[in-house]
């Protein structure tokens, strides 16, 4: 496992939550008054993109590459690279801090997003700008992730990364461990509720694969669930053309049994695995896929948690499907969708 994925790990344990959010709260004062995004000597920052300038309104989650902010349209006139206006003046906006600053704009990211316009299913780049620290993603507020919907005071994706907090807080995080039950603030996802949500994370994942890009990072924090319950892919932060073989990437937690530093070596099917963990552990219980200690469980022991899991039939069939040892007996996301699960008719 390499450092990276340690920290990802370790800034996703719930029980480090409440410490982590104070360390984003001293980290944003300190860059929200930067001179850069000042507008008009107040302290509210705001940022223009496409002649429309939007102004930060609070915070709406911390990633591992990234901090996204709710932000508000002040113009009456509305001038974005999207087709249709939004209904809304509230977007999102994510600020990814350049390497170098005052280097040319490096993010992958922004490339990506931009082949994935047209589908509902995606939170796509409604507009992008860059300045001397951070290059900004214009997106529409897609509402609250899936990790925070089932996990009741916490919220999602607050990160640390530096070594000696690193070791000071996994001392305490063996601590807590023992102290609280893991699963102990976990909602699993009603399956009316689960059908909306896991049909819109496979539309996405299939649009993506029809483009031969891979997402890479699929995880409850990555999956957004609107006002009407439809959910819908986000952050492709990690995700890579498959022409580019990808290695492993993404959250160590949901990473399929096929992980490997080899390039070439993550799949379509390797989306698809991590789509089905990220299904059990929201429909099911985050422990029928990783540990307490945040590492992912053996092939056998998840598919035996599913087996054994209070769900459906039919929802543990597609699990079942979903997370095969062998990538090649896992189906694609357009015949995972014509499952019975999807096509159970839902009361008015
Ligand atoms: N368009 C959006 N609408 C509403 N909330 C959003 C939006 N985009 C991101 N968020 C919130 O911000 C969080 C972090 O965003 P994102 O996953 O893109 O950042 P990241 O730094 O790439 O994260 P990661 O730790 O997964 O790599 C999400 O989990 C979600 O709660
Ligand atoms: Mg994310």
Not at 136 to 141: A, G, K, V
Request: hydrophobic share 35%; net charge neutral.
């Amino acid at each position: 496992m390499t450092l990276l994925q340690s920290a990802r790990r370790l800034a996703d344990n719930w029980l480090l939550q409440p410490i982590l959010k104070v360390a984003h709260k001293v980290f944003w004062r300190r860059r929200s008054v930067e001179p850069a995004h000042q507008s008009g000597g107040s302290q509210q920052v705001s940022v223009q993109i496409n002649g429309s300038e939007y102004s930060f309104f609070k915070p709406l989650g911390q990633g591992f590459y990234g901090s996204v902010q709710q932000v508000t349209c002040l113009d009456q006139t509305f001038s974005q690279e999207s087709d249709t206006p939004p209904a809304t003046n509230m977007f999102a906006m994510k600020m990814i801090p350049r390497k170098e600053p005052g280097a040319e704009a490096d993010s992958k990211e922004v490339g990506i997003m931009s082949e994935l316009k047209g589908c509902h299913y995606i939170v796509g780049a409604l507009g992008t700008t860059t300045d001397d620290q951070y290059e900004y993603i214009l997106m529409p507020d897609a509402g609250g992730n899936l990790a925070s919907l089932t996990q009741s005071g916490n919220s999602a994706g607050v990160y640390i990364n530096t070594r000696k907090r690193r070791k000071a807080l996994n001392v305490l995080d063996k601590i807590l461990e023992r102290m609280s039950p893991r699963d102990g603030s976990f909602h699993a996802l009603s399956e009316e509720m689960a059908r909306k949500v896991f049909r819109g994370m496979l539309e996405g994942i299939h649009f993506m694969h029809e483009k031969e890009i891979v997402h890479r990072d699929i995880k409850p924090s990555n999956i957004l669930v609107g006002q009407n319950g439809t959910g819908r892919l986000a952050d492709f932060g990690a995700a890579a053309h498959l022409s580019d073989k990808p290695s492993e990437g993404g959250d160590g937690r949901f990473s399929p049994p096929e992980r490997s530093s080899e390039a070439g070596s993550y799949t379509k099917a390797s989306d698809i695995w991590m789509a089905g963990a990220c299904m059990a552990a929201t429909a099911i219980s985050p422990a029928a896929v990783y540990t307490r200690r945040n590492k992912p469980r053996s092939t056998e022991e998840i598919r035996a948690n599913v087996e054994k899991a209070d769900i459906s039939g039919d929802l543990k069939r597609l699990l079942l499907l979903m997370l095969q040892d062998n990538p090649a007996l896992r189906p694609g996301a357009k015949e995972l969708l014509s499952e019975p699960f999807f096509m159970t008719i839902q009361p008015l």
